[in-house]
C-alpha cells in the first residue's frame, strides 16, 4: 500500500467552478499534512498545510482534514484557468521525512 | 520566491559519471532535504541534513550521498550515474521538522 494516494485525475473543471481534490494517507501517527501546487516544469509551492481535524480555508482554497479516515481533501472555489496545476498532497509520517502522492493534475477551462 | 536557491538548473550527463547538485537554504533554516521526482511522479524522498549530520534515508542506494555546511548549504553527489536518475532533484529547507519549502530544483538528464 501506498503511504499517500491520490485521486488519479486529471481533473477538469470549468472556470468559476469548485475543483475537488482527495488524498488518503496510511500511517496513522502522521500529525502534518499539506498541499503543494506544481506547474509544469516548475518545483511545488506550498499553499495550505493543515495539523487537526475539521477544515482550514485560505481564500478560495480549503483543507478539510479526517484523522480517523485517515483522509485529506483540498478545494478550490471559482476555479481560474491560473489554478491549472498539479497538485501534490504531503503527509509527514515521521520527523524528517515528507511522503507525497503521485499528484492529481487540475485543468481549468475558460 | 522561497529563499531557497538551487545550482545548477540544468545538467547533462552521461552513464558512469558523477554529479554534484547544491542547494542554498532559506535564511533562519537550519534542515535540507533533497528529494528525486521523476516525470509524473511526486517527489520521493532521498535524504535530509540537520546539524550537518543525515538526519533520515529514503530509499536510495549508497551513490546517493551528501552534506550540510556550517552555513547550513548543502551538496547531493550522485556517483555512477544510471539513465533512471535522470529526474527534477529538490531541496528543500525548513527550521527543524517544521514546513518544508521547496527551491527551483535541478533537472538532470543523464544519457
Known amino acids: 500500500q501506498k503511504e499517500v494516494e491520490q485521486n488519479s485525475g486529471p481533473l477538469s473543471v470549468p472556470e468559476g467552478a469548485i475543483a475537488s481534490l482527495n488524498c488518503t494517507y496510511s500511517d496513522r501517527v502522521s500529525q502534518s499534512f499539506f498541499w503543494y501546487r506544481q506547474y509544469s516544469g516548475k518545483s511545488p509551492e506550498l499553499i495550505m498545510s493543515?495539523?487537526?481535524?475539521g477544515d482550514k480555508e485560505d481564500g478560495r482554497f480549503t483543507a478539510q482534514l479526517n484523522k480517523a479516515s485517515q483522509y485529506v481533501s483540498l478545494l478550490i472555489r471559482d476555479s481560474q484557468p491560473s489554478d491549472s496545476a498539479t497538485y501534490l498532497c504531503?503527509?509527514?509520517?515521521?520527523?524528517?521525512?515528507?511522503?507525497f502522492g503521485a499528484g492529481t493534475t487540475v485543468t481549468v477551462r475558460a | 520566491e522561497t529563499g531557497v536557491t538551487q545550482s545548477p538548473t540544468h545538467l547533462i550527463k552521461t552513464r558512469g559519471q558523477q554529479v554534484t547538485l547544491r542547494c542554498s537554504s532559506q535564511?533562519?533554516?537550519?534542515?535540507v532535504s533533497w528529494y528525486q521526482q521523476a516525470l509524473g511522479q511526486g517527489p520521493q524522498f532521498i535524504f535530509q541534513y540537520y546539524r550537518e549530520e543525515e538526519n533520515g534515508r529514503g530509499n536510495f542506494p549508497p551513490r546517493f550521498s551528501g552534506l550540510q555546511f556550517p552555513n547550513y548549504s548543502s551538496e547531493l553527489n550522485v556517483n555512477a550515474l544510471e539513465l533512471d536518475d535522470s529526474a527534477l532533484y529538490l531541496c528543500a529547507s525548513s527550521f527543524g521538522s517544521e514546513t518544508q519549502y521547496f527551491g527551483p530544483g535541478t533537472r538532470l538528464l543523464v544519457l
Open positions: 535564511s533562519g533554516h537550519n534542515t
Open positions: 493543515i495539523y487537526s481535524n
Open positions: 504531503a503527509v509527514y509520517p515521521n520527523d524528517y521525512k515528507l511522503s
